[in-house]
């Protein structure tokens, strides 16, 4: 999100008011939440994936966009540090698809939820003469602590990332692996704030920074860019990473770096600050804003 | 579903068996059922809607594609007797469609949010070259009964539906209203089985007697036939009735219709039988095999 999509959501929220004991977390983060009891609550998301948006049918195979479609929404579920309850899908089929291919597509569908113990509980589809569209709502539930929002940085906060970004694009974005272990042991160990890595590091960081109302300063140097990506500034905006950005106090950040027992890499790379600015340092020393140049899901968009 | 469709829902069925105490209700029904602990459990359904499928952005307004989104979702609730929780929306929105357009859109997803209480607590929005494309995802949970599935329709029940049937298409289909509390009465008053009335009478009839293992006769002249309907072949396979197909005991039909307080008119149509067809009796006498006319989601798909 950002610029347009921004404002958006921020309508939308304020139109939709929600109760918030009831709905402790609503419009704006990864999932929301609702309390079903005192003790009982539960989460979800959506994700709408697009052929020539999110997937290219000529180069997919149904199958990674089957996962993909499951994967997008467990990777929100690991952004809140929750654990997967099960997922429904609805799909758009051009006329042309198929079962064959259907039942491919399916078949990714349920590799991803096997994979990650979400079942996949329903669904519903339709066929049109246009090009394919896969919608998945994923239900979670908390995992015996609370979700970890965007909203809850802290100054003095150090800001971290799993894994390496950029260059998503090449294959990683069909295939990639929600974080979601990961995510339970960052939040166990502390983490103040948490969102995955779908629109970009720079978008990402911004959304945590105004939700949170603080700044950062990230040091370009200390960003794990990924082999595929092209540089530095496609580690910072290509987006579809779907790796972790979070924030934590250093001492706890360095526990976590003793206990971690995964292959995933963590690295710090910055701060967040009091001030609401977000800044990248530069190699040379100096400091530019931290434009959100990432995903923007209406880009393209004459209209917004 | 007919044909193509109904062996595509078996075959998924099929190839993602769920744990049957953790999913009481699965793939097949209009909502499926996860349990969260001995005392509670959430349903959810999705239904995703077409621009030249389930309604024209040439003839109906972004407030009624709001609204019939939420709406369609809402009669699924109505079709399990539960009570809708919260709804997610996901929507692919053609590049000319303008935040003015969205913001109507969002108005009519918040009209039905509102009137059946349901908040609408996430969502997601992505721009395509293509048409408008709107996925809800909704949970409700149970009223204090068992939700009331499609799968157990007994041998001499009564087959009533609310309502009138056919023609839905000239204004209905956008504007309906989901028979949450007409629901709740006919549970309470003991249905054996309840469907909405979405693919058709026809369909979802054979719907029920397939998933119960029964089959039924029904009586052409007791069909009760709207209005905007063009004669019974219309109120027979037209679809979009988003009206309540169940089936219960005679005594039982008796009961609710004597403490019925809803303006949503009762009417019986015929009975289940336990030999497994599905006749309808025309007027002549002489019964004919009620074929499953209605709506196909895949029809028109040459591959399917």
Request: contains cysteine; charged residues 25%; glycine residues 8%.
């Amino acid at each position: 999100m950002s610029g347009g999509e921004t404002e958006l959501v921020k309508y939308f929220a304020a139109k939709g008011k929600l109760n918030a004991v009831k709905f402790p977390i609503g419009i704006g983060d990864d999932m929301a939440q609702v309390k079903l009891s005192a003790k009982s609550s539960v989460l979800i998301t959506t994700d709408m994936l697009l052929d020539g948006v999110h997937f290219d049918t000529k180069k997919a195979s149904p199958e990674q966009i089957g996962y993909k479609s499951m994967a997008v929404s467990l990777s929100d579920c690991a952004a809140m540090a929750t654990v997967p309850l099960a997922a429904v899908a609805s799909v758009a089929l051009p006329r042309n698809y198929g079962s064959a291919k259907l039942k491919k597509l399916h078949k990714g569908l349920l590799a991803a939820a096997k994979k990650y113990n979400c079942p996949l509980i329903g669904g519903d589809m339709t066929s049109w003469d246009k090009p394919l569209a896969v919608s998945v709502a994923m239900m979670s539930v908390p995992a015996k602590m609370k979700p970890v929002r965007r909203s809850t940085a802290k100054a003095g906060d150090l800001i971290c990332v799993t894994g390496t970004l950029g260059g998503s694009i090449a294959k990683r974005h069909l295939e990639f692996e929600p974080r979601l272990k990961e995510s339970l042991a960052i939040a166990k160990a502390g983490a103040n704030a948490m969102i995955d890595i779908s629109d970009g590091l720079s978008t990402d960081l911004n959304h945590i920074c105004r939700l949170s109302k603080k700044g950062a300063i990230i040091e370009a140097d200390k960003i794990p860019i990924s082999r595929n990506a092209k540089g530095l500034n496609s580690a910072l905006n290509d987006g579809e990473d779907f790796e972790l950005l979070f924030t934590m106090p250093r001492k706890k950040f360095e526990r976590l770096k003793k206990q971690w027992r995964f292959k995933t890499k963590l690295t710090e790379i910055g701060n967040i600050v009091g001030e609401q600015s977000v800044k990248i340092e530069m190699k040379n020393g100096k400091a530019a804003d931290l434009i959100p140049k990432g995903y923007d899901h209406l880009k393209e968009n004459p209209k917004f």
